[in-house]
Each structure stands twice: as structure tokens, then as C-alpha cells.
């Protein structure tokens, strides 16, 4: 896959219309039932009670009517072509079902029922057939195996689910994998008294994708903040354009997901909930930051942040202010706010008087800002007046403990008031439960993001901040280097036929060369004239290894000479060295000669691979040299091809990456021609999709400004292009 | 510190009998009020209102009646000696109340006023004369600055405090620091149902400590979790001899512990807070995992984990099985027990037989088990009958989302019985939140803990786990080694007389020994003939360095030379040593001779080291050598004297461990020398506090079985003993 393919296929996915699958104007139930408890049932009563606004045609050849709504014994007794066909018929009888409204023109179909690939065998059958005649007469279908859609604009009003719920109107846009946490969900949004814009459970994925519906969601002006819950991606790079897209502009829209399966024990799970190979979870971690979309654990930080992002003040920076009338809390709440990587507001020495002509002598003017037990609502208001005006605030966390004298409704109005002219986020942290309740529902009311504990506060506001920093950082284009595609082709193409997946080293080199990686100087040498030529031409000390493509394990066989001086040195090693590899292999081994290599100055010993994923296509690995990554595995992974700034955030994201800042006084390592390798990789495995696997092991890196040196390299291809 | 006074100091508080307070028959309220919303007021309403079973003696000279109870003018105006006096008149007053009350025969106070050592100046004096007062008249003091004490035992009924709330009885014990968390903490624990048995503000401490609060809780059949919210720790020591005492022998409470000031801004928040300096967080971590304290970060863990806690039923092990009747949950609780290093069972034959047979087709039977969305009680009830009996499931996560037909009320009565007649921890997760309250409620009743998340259920579980393996597992002794503690002060003295707080290296060397670590063999000679005889007897090749009370930094002036391998070589080194740092320091600069040290084979670089905490004492350190430890701060701390198993874990507990377990095929190293190492570490700074810093690197550590060898060492010394 190269770039310009991406391009096409981010455009193909734009390119997917799926509104009139959200706003119909007439929807029929086929398998509509009269019994209580049915799905069949539900579907129609939630539309009714949804307070659809289009027109509804419960289909079933016995019932006469459902919820006093004239039943239809089929799609074809219906007297135009509706808009959407909500399947919950058994599976065998479903294609018939999509058969007969796509001939009387309907082109939208939600499929509840299961029973498909998720069951394997006749199940993966029915739904390849169902599929084909998606594709075949251009149809959009939801499902099957889902909960169904829900679409909350005034307009439009649908309820098209089986769920216990109606959920409140807001402006969050859900897409889940997994229909039963839907229905958890809509009862924990309903709890906490948060509303949806849409909502939808997607079920097998037999037509479009998360993709489609993330884009689709992107589009709808009424959904502020995309969620997701997801079990595997169908596409990595699609996922990544689109995220990036949906992320920037003028109208960035957050997305927070969950992808479950982080243990393998969870994607085994998930591998026989779903039937898809989930991939592995550092994979996903990788698309999940490329993408810009923030990966949430849990549901509880799903709607915690979905809160904070709601509220469309944007923080200018991390510089946060505490006000709080209990120390405790306020100390809790600095812990979270420096763990979460925000920062302490320094307050201006104008904030400071104000505070202190306004607050008992008692109180804390510095951040955090102590109110005092004892504070009501005109005391809080003071402080925060004051706070919310320093320009060394970005940000402001109220926190209130139900203390004695605590006018909690009244502070909750205050602080209402104050976040209605205030253009930085002021997030509030209510502590307690019982008799919080109002104070929350007022705070809510009022548009301010209302959390329980001062941990939740902070780390929904770090997770806006950082998405803030995400949106403002222009996204930088993946880099095209001049390199020698052709020529690597055509090495490629001999190796392959001569019949080796595996490029001996120099072969390995070469293909690095025509890419312009900064290698070790190498010569390949027929004899021993010709290495002390190669040697006196790149400057002693060098090394030498033997090179012949079936020698794999030089060194056993005493392939490899080290730290080699002079003439005589390098003439002794070369005759021993072909006498011993004979001595071990056989006379008629093939050798095509030593390769020279100048030995090379220490420095920082790094690695830089790929492998390439069956579904998601190649994935660069970086790590330090030696254990670090073999035995601590602190490396950092990204989806190929990467942005500039991307290969910069791999490089810092390993945890050792302070070695390469320098330590005890040692000069920092070139992390820019760190990233100028991986970038090129990035071009090459992208270009090149016969490469299997390459690692470069080790490539020395000097301190800054004098680069990067590969001085071994591992090409293997696959047999089929 | 040697190890007898540790144990004085432990029965010490052991001996400190504060059952009176908790426990009063009459409590005289010192300002008390008419005033609604009054402190003075609040106290006496709570009593009132809360049930207090004893006499109340409003005291106030100007009031009749208050709530409907005749006044006293003064605590000398009644005619007994209340048990309990509760202090609320202003700071200035409270010194006069305590004499009155000590004169009359009262014991017990409570100071609630506040504007004392948190104020400094003229507050801290005013502590100080009532902490005087305490100690002479033999007095228990709980504050002053808190918000005062409950006691819900039913043969008491005492709520002496100003908070809003009369909290339920249960069987949670909670010390705090922080007053007005306290306020929040009722509040949320009164929203989710949960009870106390006794709840401590305790202000200021100045009389007892938490560790005299914890031992009370410990002591009292009604706590049956220890909860605390600490800012500082009184002793680090006595914290842990108390809280390994409590997590042990044939009753042990958990103890659960939020100490704030993480960071250091959290620390400064905290000082300013308390007016106490707390210490750095990395000796908190340490002496909460020496005294096995489960510290939870936030108030919500807190009470999550003292709801699991307050089941009786303990976990054998940590097979864990999952019932589920929707996937995604299903998949997200996998991830948290995997990811909480809980396991998930592998099913015997007859339960996975039992489950096919019971469960429908499309349901799964491996762990987790999903029942389906269509799953009503009776599903559940087969689906648990089977897991909870198989002898590879040691504890049980059941997992309810609100589908359409679920009958979630009747499913947590299907829980409860079962859980009834369970002997393994059974916890639930009902999904959702406002179609799940009432089910939430039953189960509680049934005593069946409940969480709203799968994360927060394996969480809690997880962390009973850890806490039932650790009241297992013995406590191990301090072992006290054989060593030469009169030699080891008779150095130290001479050290000291002459000027010398840092030995040199010959005499830490010295020191060490005495102490029986396994050192380098190492000798100073005088001369070069010296030099050539030591290192003939301890063997080729050898290190030598120059030796002498002024030369700090051997390696500036030329005295260091490695890899010496013969006489010659050893001879030439000698003399040019001399003369270089003649050459360097002057031609009169005092050298003793040089060290000969054997030259090591290669193994694995340790550091171990010692710094003293002015507060908490010795605080023991162990790490990887060179980088691990100086740029990654890969370390951890124990606070010394540690016992024999916590040195094991130190060394564990460090994120490079692997490299000592052996990667790419090494043997692993003789985890077990360092460990004695350790040990015999925490017994010389224990016994001998005048070592200030003492560091031993490197340390070369050997396969197993070849022990470890001290290389080289610094010890520095207080002037003062």
C-alpha cells in the first residue's frame, strides 16, 4: 500500500452516505409482535414511545394491529417504498426479507436478529449471501446481531431498538460493537443524566464500518463528542485518516473508545464473542494514538470525559486552580492534577490580594485556594471571581464537601453563574452523595461538568487538555524521501528467484542504501587483496564477516573477525576465516566473499523493526539496543506509514528514552536522525509490501548533530507479492 | 533504634487504652449552643438525635435549655465526673475548660476548636501547654481541629461531632486527619448504603496517634475494616509493628489507608495544610507495604474495597470465574482480573458438562460464561450452581447488564441465596445505574458486594487477594546476624576522632566487615613488596587505588589502576601512583598505602544503600547499578529494620528484576546473597545510628549458589551519635 492508495481508500469511506439510514421518514418492523417482551414488541413501542415522527408499519401477517398501529402482512402490501426496514425475523428468514424491500426500493435495512457469523458455519453462510446482496444492489445495512439505532434530533425522533431505555436527548454520538453494553450504557447515561445526539449498536459489521459510522457522526451537528466501544477495528489505516480528519479543522470533534481484549485472556474472549482475530493490543494501542482518539479503560472515564468534552471551553494550557473548602480534598486534588501531567496555577500578586481582602485570615490564598469550612456560596463566588480572572489560569476545579454551613444549591448556582461568562473550563467536584444530589443536578443544569472525586475531575480535564494540544498540532504530512524503488524492486526480484526469502547481509545493506539510510560504510570483498583495499579505503579498525547465501550463523562457523588493524590483520582473518567456514560447511560452500565494514564508534545501540500484521499492515518498532528491549521490551510501536511528528512521539514514548536525553553529564543522543530512519522505514515497508519482516540491529547513534549509523540489517520477504 | 526498644515502643502503644473515650456514660458539651447551625449547637443535636445512651450536660452560663435539656453553667456545676468532655469554646478558652475538667476527675476530651498548632505563633504555644496538661495528668486528648467522634455500638450510640450526617452502624472503623473529608466521606458512604462502627477525626494529635487509633479499631468486635485518611505518619516504625500486628494472627483486619502528598506538590498542599512536614512519598510507599496497609488512591477505591472487605468469605486462591449475561462486559472484566493479577479458571469437566446442558446453544461455556441477554434468574441460578462448586474457582464475578427480559431483582435474590451458602467470594457487577438501584440495594442486604463496573468488581476482589495471601503468609523475624558491633563503634570513634565523618574506603571496607558482608578481597599495603605479597595471596589479576584520609577523588589524581596481572605491572603502578598524586597534591599529602582488591569476575552491578530520615529513620535502598539506577530511578525503598521476606520483596519489586532472573539464556542470579545483603544492611543502620549515608556500589552479584561481593563502599557519619 502505497500513500496514494491510502488517500483513495479515506476517501471511499467520506464518500459513504449513511444519513438516510438515521433520518427515515417511514420505518418498517418486520417481525413486529404483539407480545409483551419480545423483541418485535419492543422495537415498535420504543418507536412510538420514542416519539418517531415519521411513520411506522408494523409488518406480521397475523397480528392486525400492534400498539394501535394497523398491521401490514408484508413489505410489498405497503403502499410506497419506506425509508428503513427493521429486521427481526429469524435469521433463516432474513434474506427474504432484504430481498423483498430492496425490490420495492428501500435501501436502508437494520438486521436485530442473530444468528450469523457470530455462530459460524450456516450462520457465516446466510451472512455472505446477505453481504453479496449489499454490495450487489447498493444497499446500507445495520447488523445483524445489534441492539439497533437511535437518532434523538427533533426532527427525526427514532428509537429503532430493543433497549429498556428512551434515552435522554444530548449530544453525545455512540457506536458500539457490543449490544448488550449498549442497554448498561443507556441505563448509566440515564443515571447520571447524560443525553445522546445518536446511537448505534453495529452488531457483525456485514456492510460498512465503525468507520463509516464515525465519519457519519462527524457530520452530524448535533453530536458533540464521538464514543465508541469496539472489540477490533476492521481497519487500522482507514481508522487513523478518519480520526485525523474528524480530529482537526475548524470543528474538531473529540472521540474517546474503549477496545477491550488488552490481556490475552480478553482478546481470546473477545475472539469467541466476536469471531474476529482481534489483534494484538499493542497494535491497537499504536492506531489508537496515531488516530488522536483517546483510549478510555473504563466506562465510568467514558462518560467522565465525554462530560468535560461536552463543555466547548477549551483550555489554553495545563495551568489549573483548586478552590476547595477542606484541605484534605484540595491535597487529593493537587496529587491528581500534577499525576495527570497538569500543573499548578502561580496566582498573579493581584489574585493574591484580592483573596486575602476577601477570605478569613484562616485560608489558603495560595493554590490551592482554602475557603474554609465555614464558607458559603458569596465566599466561593469571591475566590473564584478572583481565580477565574489570573492569566495564570487555564482551568479552575471547585471543590465542595458538605460541610456545616455549606449552601451547597447555592454554591452550585454560583458556580453556575460564574462558568456562564467564564471562557476556561471550570469543572466542579461535589464530594459526597447523598446529600449532593440537587447541587449536581444544578451544576448540570447549568452546563458544568460535575464529578464525584477530585481524581475524576482531573483526569477528564488532563484527558480535554491533552486532546486540546492534539487538535491545535497541525497534522504533519507523512514524508516522501527520494529514494531508488526500482533498483530495490529489481534486488528483490533476483533474491526471490534464486530462491531465498531471507537477503543475505549485504543484499540487506544494499536494499537500506537505495533508500538512503545512513549505513556503516560496507564492501563486499572476492579476495584478500580486495578487502585490504576495501579496508585502506574506509580506514582501519574494520570488521569482517563472511558472506555467502546459505552462511546464516556466521559466527559459529568462525565467520566474524573483530576490531581488525591493519594489513597483516586483515589478510590472516580473511584466509582463516574462509578456511575455517569450509572447515565446518564443506569445501563446496558458497562463499561470495567478506564483507568489510568499518568498525564503528561507540555510541547509543537502538533497534528499529517491522513486522507486518495480516489485517493492519506493517508495524515499525523502536527500543534502545540489548535487554532493553529483548528483556524489558520497553519499545514503542506504530502503524506504518507515520506522520513527522508521530516517529518523534515513538521515540519519546519509551520509558528509556531519558538515555537518549543524556545522562550523567553524557551529550544528547540525535533523536532527529532517529526519527529520519524510522521515517524512511516508514516510506519503505510501505511502498514494499514484499517485506515480511526487517529489523536494523543495532543502529549506533551519536550525540546530537552527528546522526545515526545502521550497522546490521535483517531483510525477509514474503514468497508471494 | 536497636530491635529491643522497637519492641518497647510497640507495646508502648500497644498499652494505650482509649476505650473510655469511645465509650462514655456522660459527656459534658463545653459550648454548647441555641444557635442552629452552630458547632455548639450541632454537637449537642447530634448526640441527641443519634441516640447517645449515656447523660448529655449542655454546658453554657447564659442558656436555660438546649434541645430541651436543662444547662449547666459549668463543667463544676455538675455532679459527677462526666466521662467525656467535648470542648467547642473558642481556642483561647479551651486550656481553662481542660484543668476543670481534669480537676473534677474527667479523663476524656475532645477538643473540636480549631486555631492551634495549624496557626502557628501563639496556637502552637497553646498546644503545647494543653499537650503538657495531657501527659501530667495522664489525660486522653482527642484534636484539637477536628470534627470529633462517633461510636455506633448500640450500648453507646454516640455522635459527638458537627458533621451533617448520622451515619448507619456497620462495621467499618475510619480515622481521619482531615475534618472536613470526614463531612464527604459520610455523605458518600450514606448515598451507597455503607455503615460504621466507629469514625475519628483526630485533628492535630496532640496526644495519640493514628497508631493508637488503629489499635483501639483493631481491638473493637464491631470494626471490621480499618479505614484511614493520613496526611503524615507519627512513627513510621510503630505503624508498622501495629499494622503487621492487626493483619495478622487469628483475627486480622484489613487496613485501608489514603495518604495524600504523593507529589510534591501534594506534599507542599499537605504542609501547609498540617503544618507537619510529611516526608518523601517513596518512604510512605515503603513503610504502607512493610506494615502490609493497602493504600488505595481515592475515596472511591476506599470504600470499594472495604465492601468486598466486610464479606467474610476469604478467597483460597486467585481463579477467578465470570458469569456474564452480555459479552463486551464479559471481555472487560478478562482484561481487569488479568490485568489486577487475578487469573481466570479453567472449568473442571463436570462443570463445563453441567453448563451445556443447561445453558442455551449459543451461550458460552468456557470462563467468562455468558448466559445470554435473554437470561432470566433461573439461567443465572444453573450458571452459578455450576462455577461455584467447581474446586478450581476460588472466587466468582457475576455480571448483570439490563437486557429486555432481564429480571434483574429476582437475579440478585439468585445471587444473595446463593452467595448465602457460598463459602467463596461472590461480588456483583450490576451494570448500569438507574434500572439497577433496587437490585443494587437487594443484593446488598444480601451482603453480596456490588460494583457498577467490572473494572471496579476484579479491582476490590483483586486487592482481597492480595491482603488474605499476605494475613498468610507469616511474619518472618528480623534476623539478627552474628556480627562485631563493639569493633564497628570502636572504628566509628576513632573515625570520628580524627575529624573523618567520610571513612575512607579502607575503613568502610573495614566496617562491612565486621558485619560479615561477602567483600572483595582487599588489603592495604604500605609499600610495593606489600602490594606484590597481597596480591600474590589473593591471585592475579588485581585493582589497586590509593589510600589516604584527604584523597576523595582517587581517579583525578591518578590513583586508580585496574587489571594489574603481575608483579611487574603491580610494582610499576605502585610507584607511579605515589608519584602522580604527589605530583597532584603536593609531596606532603598523607597516604596510608594503597588498596589492593582483587579484581572481580564479572557479574551483575547492585547498589544497595542507606539514607536517615530525620523522622522515620533508616531508610534502606536496593537497585540495578549504573543507569538503572541513576537515570531510570528504577529503585525501591524499605524502611529498615525490614524482616526477612520484605528484603525478597524489595528486590523483586524493582522493574528490571527480569535481568536478574536471567534473560537471553543466562543463569539467574543469587537473588538470595543479596538479600542477606539487605538484611544484614537493615541490622547495621538499625544498631548503629550514627551512620548518616552508607552506599555499597557496585555489589557484583553471581549466578546461584556464587553469592555476591561487596566492591566498594562509602560510609559517611554524624558528628553527633
Redesign the interface.
Known sequence: MNQSTITTDANRSTGRDLEPLFAPQSIAVVGASRTP?S?GN?IVSNLVFGGFTGTIYPVNPKAKSIMGIRCVPSLTAIDEAVDLVVIVVPAPAVEKVVIEGADRGTRNFVIIT??FKE?GGEGLERENRIKKLAKDRGLNILGPNCLGVINTAVEVSMNAT????IPKRGNLGLI??????C??????A???GMGFSRFVSFGNKIDFTEVDLMRSLAGDPNTHVIMM?V?ELSSGREFIEAANEITHGPNPKPILA?K???????A???A???GSLAGSDEMYEAIMKQAGVLRV????DLFDYAEVFEDAALPRGRKTAIVT????????A??A???NGLS?SKFQDYTLKSLKFQMPA?G?F?N?V?VI?DAKSDRYRSALDAVTADEGVDQVVVIV?????TDVNQIAHVVGEIKSFCRKPVVSCL??????KEGVDLLKKHGVPSF??P?DAMRSLAAKNRFTEWTRTPLQEYRQFEVDDEALERLFDAELEAGRTQLVEVRALEALQHYGFPLVPYSLAENANAAVKAAEEMGYPVVMKISGPKILHKTDVGGVKLNLRDEASVRKAHDEMIASVKAKMGDDVEIWGVLVQKMLDPGKEIILGVTRDPKFGPLLMFGLGG?YT???RDVSFRLAPIRENMAGEMIKSI??F??LEG??GEAPSDVGSIGECLMRLSQLVTSHPRIKELDMNPVIVYPQGQGSMVADARIILSKES
Chains 1, 2 share one sequence.
Open positions: 417482551g423483541v419492543a442473530a444468528g455462530i430493543f433497549g429498556r431505555e458500539s460493537q457490543s449490544g448488550a453494553l442497554t448498561a450504557l443507556l441505563d448509566y440515564k443515571g447520571i466501544y472489540e474503549i477491550t481484549g488488552r490481556t490475552a485472556q480478553g481470546a474472549a473477545a469467541s464473542h466476536t479503560e473504563t466506562v465510568k473548602n477542606a484541605g484534605g480534598p484540595g491535597i487529593m493537587t496529587d492534577c500534577i499525576r499548578l484562616t489558603s495560595k490551592p482554602d469550612g464537601t458538605p460541610q456545616m454551613m464530594m459526597g452523595m447523598a446529600d449532593m464525584q472525586f481524581e535487554i529483548e528483556a524489558l520509558r528509556s531519558r538515555l545522562v550523567r
